[in-house]
């Protein structure tokens, strides 16, 4: 909704104040039908019937004009309020062969003025109010009087009943719109800050993906030195210790140290990808089998991981970057199983939901507190020890799955495990 006294936008917000707009239109034609139709049988007042239908077939065609619109009409805001005039020329008109403002419900003009402080701007607001005016003030000369007794005393107390029932409804038509508004003003704050996280989030896997970069960049010419002269020293020693006077067991030991450096060169490999560059890597099909096998792989062997996988999604095929989902996937595994305790298993769980696929990975752990788990998913947060873990590892799996479209979300509660829910999108042509 934009805001009070601020012109309402082109094409997209007016989208969305139209159907405001057409909800006031329909409930004020069925309330005026009833309206006429109880004073002129049930309380048999006498009422110019076809000039009043001729009214009230003017909103409805003009309503029915908007709901058959053609798809993808850019909405002006001058429609919208060139729709609110005629509806105030209608009402004045009803009022007019119903006893002008002697009618009860004349004060009605209040309501079309609230809704369009809501969907159009200032100058259309007060326009508006000054038309109502008008219009009211016109009442006071020219109208046709509406008999609603023989008596004075009868026509007061018919006029307050009137007043009354005219109070009620105003009041249901403003509440039910104001109410409206306000949830929406809400959902739109929901959006916004969802939004705001979101951009905060980018903002930090940038960071973060400058310095797996740089990082790269800066190590792999030192470690592949390391390596080259690792290997010349391992070629060295291999000789016979009684040729060289090298004891056997330096082999073994410079074999170590190519092999640590092939693991930091796969590490550094792999930390473009946790931080969501994929060094190239495009959106392509993958199999929901294939995700599964690329995130079990490279896992340790201490705390067991049950996969179960529904049979008619093993070989659906997901459009996404594989390598990157599966380590997502895989973060998400290692934390389960640094939180289970021994013996346990890690359950991973995949299913079909709402046009995506749920990798659901739970654990038996203690789980966390309210606190905790509001707090999880934030960079460098971590409830680990010292040493095992940086409190990167949602935030990267989160990250990378928010850019294709997913979501990660996580349910706790303590002592009975957490439970991590990675969301990745179906393509549109298998939802």
């Known amino acids: 909704m934009p805001a009070i006294g601020e012109p309402a936008a082109e094409g997209g917000q007016n989208e969305t104040n139209l159907p405001w707009l057409l909800r006031l239109r329909w409930g004020s034609l069925a309330g005026q039908l009833l309206t006429i139709v109880f004073v002129r049988y049930v309380m048999r007042s006498p009422l110019p019937i076809g000039s009043l239908f001729v009214l009230l077939a003017i909103s409805l065609l003009t309503s029915i004009a908007w709901q058959l619109r053609p798809p993808g009409l850019v909405i002006r805001s001058s429609w919208l309020g060139a729709t609110m005039v005629l509806d105030i020329l209608v009402f004045s008109g009803l009022l007019y062969f119903t006893g002008g403002p002697m009618n009860p419900f004349s004060f009605l003009y209040l309501v079309p003025i609230a809704l369009a402080t809501v969907i159009l701007g200032s100058r259309w607001t007060w326009a508006l109010v000054a038309l109502s005016l008008a219009a009211s003030a016109t009442l006071f000369f020219w109208h046709q009087p509406l008999e609603l007794g023989d008596s004075h005393a009868e026509h007061m107390r018919l006029h307050l009943q009137g007043m009354w029932i005219a109070f009620g409804v105003g009041a249901a038509f403003i509440v039910y719109f104001l109410h409206r508004v306000r949830r929406a003003l809400a959902e739109r704050e929901g959006e916004l800050q969802a939004s705001r996280n979101l951009v905060a ?192 590892g949602l935030f990267l799996a989160r990250s990378v799955v928010e850019r294709i479209g997913g979501s990660l979300r996580l349910d706790s509660n303590l002592g009975r495990g957490t439970t991590a829910i990675v969301r990745v999108p179906l393509p549109e042509s298998q939802e």
Request: glycine share 8%; with cysteine; net charge negative.
């Open 201 to 392: 989030r980018q903002e930090r896997l940038a960071a973060l993906a400058t310095l797996a970069a740089g990082a790269a960049h800066e190590l792999s010419t030192p470690l592949a030195t390391i390596a080259v002269v690792a290997k010349e020293l391992e070629r060295a020693v291999a000789q016979p210790a009684s040729e060289t006077g090298t004891p056997s067991h330096i082999a073994d030991d410079v074999k170590l140290v190519r092999e640590q450096v092939e693991r930091c060169r796969a590490i550094l490999e792999r930390m473009c990808v946790d931080a969501g560059e994929m060094r190239g890597e495009r959106l392509a099909p993958a199999t929901v089998d294939e995700l599964v096998a690329g995130s079990l792989a490279g896992l340790g062997t201490e705390i067991a991981v049950r996969a179960d996988v529904d049979p008619e999604l093993s070989a659906v095929s997901l459009h996404v970057p594989a390598r990157a989902i599966a380590e997502a996937i895989r973060g998400v595994l290692k934390n389960a199983q640094d939180a289970s305790p021994a013996g346990a298993a890690v359950d991973l769980i995949v299913r079909r939901s709402d046009g995506a696929i749920d990798f659901a990975v739970a654990d038996h752990g203690p789980g966390m507190p309210r606190a905790v788990l509001e707090r999880v998913g934030e960079p460098f947060f971590t409830t680990k020890p010292l040493g095992r873990g940086m409190g990167l």
